[in-house]
């Protein structure tokens, strides 16, 4: 995760943070399934529910085999 931090008046303000998940998965993995959920994620998070629309949060997704 990072987070972009602005300076508003006089106060450090959090304006954007990125979530990157890092997945193993086996070969066999669907695709449609994991991108699916990371679709529709966000809106079940309680973290990202407490935060957006004030602060713009991306997530994105690194998938690796073993």
Known sequence: MEAEVEQERHALVIKRIRVRYH?????????????????????????????????????SLDLTTP
């Open 23 to 59: 997945l193993r998965v086996d070969d066999g993995a669907d695709r449609d399934t994991i991108d699916r959920v990371l679709g529709f994620h966000a809106r079940e998070c309680p973290i990202y529910r407490s935060l957006h629309p004030q602060i713009e949060i991306d997530t």
